[in-house]
């Protein structure tokens, strides 16, 4: 089955720990993304990446890394969680290299940092 | 900068009511405009791509429209089923960011 998969699902932390959200596509996409979606605010884009080795920051970047070492995995690091990263956050890709064609999206992951 | 301005922020409709969801947005240069469906903890799911100012797409109760200034999603006799939150997002011209709207949560009552 074609997906986009994000683990954890949620997670509870603590501030100042060093997370990794992992996210994974089986459909060969080259586009991924990483979004926050907080009320109020809508679905924010974090980075997004071409490609393998090619990643740019989206909207809101700071306190967040990413990686494109495979066409198939794209993790969300979070080296210094604070509380205001408590979010839910969605992985998504897409078939071409660019932002122009409809993103397959993840199931969430839902972030609390006290 | 792009920016993405969805109305109204909330919708109630009786069943069999029509009406229609709001998208305008200011880019550079358009390359696209989506529209997604994301029902409550779960992922967006893709919807519609228009192009270009003139372009329709419907598919069952939903039809998208474009102008140079705006989207619209047209609901036709909604269904409770159609509750959700409604989306759009505009790809950036000169980069390859994507800006979505903050949604539209649309309440279909039986």
């Known amino acids: 089955e074609a997906q986009v998969t994000q683990n954890p699902r949620y997670l509870i932390t603590v501030t100042g720990k060093k997370l990794t959200v992992t996210c994974s596509q089986n459909?060969?996409?080259?586009?991924m993304s990483w979004y926050r979606q907080d009320p109020g605010l809508g679905l924010r884009q974090i980075y997004y990446?071409?490609?393998?080795?090619?990643?740019d920051k989206g909207d809101v970047p700071e306190g967040y890394k990413v990686s494109r070492k495979e066409k198939r995995n794209f993790p969300l690091i979070l080296e210094s969680p604070s509380p205001n990263q408590t979010s839910l956050y969605f992985c998504?890709?897409?078939?071409?290299?660019?932002?122009?064609?409809?993103?397959?999206f993840g199931p969430g992951t839902r972030l609390t940092v006290l | 900068e792009d920016q993405v301005t969805q109305s109204p922020e909330a919708l109630r409709l009786q069943e069999g009511e029509s009406s229609s969801l709001n998208c305008s947005y200011t880019?550079?240069?358009?390359?696209?405009l989506f529209w997604y469906r994301q029902d409550p903890g779960k992922g967006p799911e893709f919807l519609f791509t228009l192009y270009s100012a003139g372009e329709e797409k419907e598919k069952e109760r939903l039809k998208a429209t474009l102008t140079k200034k705006e989207s619209f999603l047209h609901i036709t006799a909604p269904k409770p089923e159609d509750s959700a939150t409604y989306l759009c997002a505009v790809p950036h011209f000169g980069n390859e960011k994507l800006t979505f709207g903050t949604g539209t949560r649309l309440t279909i009552i039986p």
């Open positions: 880019v550079s240069g358009l390359r696209g």
């Open positions: 998504a890709s897409s078939h071409t290299s660019g932002s122009y064609n409809e993103q397959f």
């Open positions: 990446s071409m490609n393998v080795e090619v990643t």
């Open positions: 459909m060969n996409h080259e586009y």
